[in-house]
């Protein structure tokens, strides 16, 4: 079971490049969520999906976007990447069952950094 | 303005001892306590969780002690291992439909031999 798998693991962009975060889970969850992790900053949610169909914004959604392609996959991309979107990108999904506790589901990241 | 106060940020451990981690929170509209475990180049995991509705929750060598009153919760690791050497990320999740999830900012426990 592969549970949350994000590519690619690392990448390196000059400023002003665009580029695609992919992201896939096979646990069949609703909900799909994008965060960054910086140093000192903890985890601050970028964009959300609850359901396939609908995407919301996070805390830190500027210079991002969002596609919820499908149930599956939740891809974030950088439009124009600038030194400040350098950061460790996580993905993560969860089913939000109503009367059970909710359990985030991690990939292992991806690695930016922007020159 | 943060919502979720985590402390300390970094913690150093003999093994064999207690790790404890503290939270602290406002607002009074959370409805569930989770604990997340990160270890390095891996993303964050779920370790226990708690409602506001208990006081201590035990799985294992991990705890958490939940105190409404004084809106503060913390985990404590018994026994701690060079193993658990970790990032740990307390959270607080409103109720509600809104559910959204609020984050500490993390403590970096390192345990040694």
């Known amino acids: 079971n592969a549970g949350v798998t994000q590519t690619p693991k690392f990448q390196v962009l000059k400023t002003g490049q665009s580029m695609t975060l992919q992201c896939a889970q096979d646990?069949?969850?609703?909900?799909m969520y994008w965060y960054r992790q910086d140093p000192g900053m903890g985890l601050r949610l970028i964009y959300y999906?609850?359901?396939?169909?609908?995407?919301d914004k996070g805390e830190v959604p500027n210079g991002y976007n969002v596609s919820r392609l499908n149930k599956r996959e939740f891809s974030l991309r950088l439009e124009s990447a600038a030194p400040s979107q350098t950061s460790v990108y996580f993905c993560a999904s969860s089913e939000i069952p109503q009367t059970t506790n909710e359990k985030l589901f991690f990939g292992s990241g991806t690695q930016l950094s922007v020159l | 303005q943060q919502q979720v106060k985590q402390s300390p940020q970094s913690l150093i451990v003999q093994k064999g001892g207690i790790s404890i981690i503290n939270c602290a929170y406002e607002n009074t509209a959370f409805d569930y306590f989770p604990w997340y475990q990160q270890f390095p180049g891996k993303g964050p995991a779920l370790l226990i969780a708690?409602?506001?509705d208990v006081s201590e929750k035990k799985e294992g060598r991990f705890t958490i002690s939940f105190n409404k009153s004084a809106k503060q919760f913390s985990l404590h690791i018994m026994d701690s291992q060079p193993g658990d050497s970790a990032t740990y990320f307390c959270a607080a999740r409103y109720a509600g439909n809104n559910r959204k999830l609020i984050w500490g900012l993390g403590t970096s426990l390192a345990v040694n031999p």
């Open positions: 708690i409602r506001p």
């Open positions: 646990m069949n969850h609703n909900s």
């Open positions: 999906s609850a359901s396939e169909g609908t995407t």
